[in-house]
């Protein structure tokens, strides 16, 4: 099944034409576009990127600790990438309602949630132990953002994967997936399958529950590459390197087989920049924000969205060391996303 409507891709890049033929015209013949065409119904799944944490004004709701999203959300004047694609809509001339869904700290789905619950990071109460309620994953995509996605949807963004992979890497450095390098890459490939059955049931559940929109998602960075990484012992920066590229490489890059386009953040050098994080190293401040609002417009009025790249250098971290097996025991401090 097709989730991508080229149908909705089309009515999109025809309001572009019609908003280059205005700005081309005389003004003694103006052109006007069709009122509805220029419509927009906008819902964001996301964490706490589609709530601005890092940026210098996110919603109210971008607290890290926060289980419920909020509808209202972005506040006027609010940063981030999913106001700032909505003000993007309207710059370029369409009529933007937006239902944000995102909630911070959120993962992909219940069963990642519960491999991330089962063990505290170094500056929980419990290192890698069960984690306290105040300190637990609040949330998941399928069962927290889905069901409330707008039916008259016409827009849907989705970007998820970050908070996974901490929680897998979490997950492997407190001993899931035992102390060899072999037992270690089994676990990895286990969680990013069950990541892809996640992701497969959200762009479906989402497409069934919005049948007229238009989607566009995001992959992920190598995590391994972002600042709050980059000093990391080599065996960490390897797992993480190990999750998102797989995340990738063997999940959401394959969409764009199905029409659906992505965001290649994993191959755009920006997306390593320093000058565009929060920080934490981790999430993206307003200048990262506004990147990748404009990297989803430009996916979403191509009529030929670009694939992303199936090789390049951001996805190898700069050392030549063979594979290291994550050392077990210690929880790590990684972020939420």
């Not at 989607?215 to 065996?235: D, G, K, M």
């Not at 920066?237 to 994993?266: F, H, M, Y």
Request: aromatic content about 8%; glycine content about 8%.
């Amino acid at each position: 099944m097709e989730f991508y409507r080229k149908s909705g891709l089309v009515l999109i890049a025809i309001a572009a034409a019609f908003l280059a033929a205005c700005s081309s015209s005389s003004k003694s013949t103006p052109v006007t576009p069709p009122p509805k065409l220029l419509h927009i119904a906008y819902t964001a799944i996301g964490a706490s990127d589609a709530v601005g944490y890092g940026a210098s004004v996110p919603c109210t709701t971008a607290s890290p600790a926060v289980g419920a999203a909020d509808p209202t959300c972005p506040e006027p004047g609010a940063d981030g990438y999913v106001p700032d694609l909505r003000n993007d809509f309207l710059t370029v001339g369409f009529v933007a309602a937006l239902q944000d869904l995102g909630i911070s700290g959120a993962v992909i789905g219940p069963d990642i949630q519960a491999t991330g619950n089962m063990y505290d990071s170094i500056t929980g109460a419990t290192p890698c132990q069960p984690r306290p309620p105040a300190d637990a994953i609040p949330a998941n995509f399928l069962q927290n953002e889905l069901p409330n996605v707008n039916p008259a949807a016409t827009f849907i963004t989705i970007f998820a994967g970050g908070n996974d992979v901490n929680a897998i890497v979490n997950a492997l450095a407190c001993g899931a997936g035992g102390a060899t390098v072999a037992s270690q890459t089994a676990f990895i490939t286990a969680e990013v399958t069950a990541f892809g059955e996640d992701f497969a049931t959200l762009v479906g559940g989402a497409h069934k529950l919005a049948p007229s929109a238009t989607i566009v998602v995001a992959n992920i960075p190598n995590f391994a590459n972002v600042p709050y990484a980059l000093q990391a012992p080599a065996s960490l920066r390897q797992a993480l390197q190990a999750v998102s590229v797989a995340i990738d490489t063997d999940v959401i890059n394959t969409v764009a087989a199905k029409g659906i386009p992505v965001v290649d953040l994993e191959c755009n050098p920006e997306t390593y920049d320093p000058a565009n994080f929060y920080t934490d190293g981790f999430h993206p401040n307003d200048a990262g924000y506004a990147i990748l609002a404009q990297l989803f417009l430009q996916q979403a009025l191509s009529n030929n969205p670009a694939a992303p790249q199936s090789q390049c250098s951001e996805q190898a971290i700069s050392t030549s060391a063979a594979r290291q097996a994550l050392p077990i025991g210690r929880a790590l401090n990684l972020p939420r996303y």
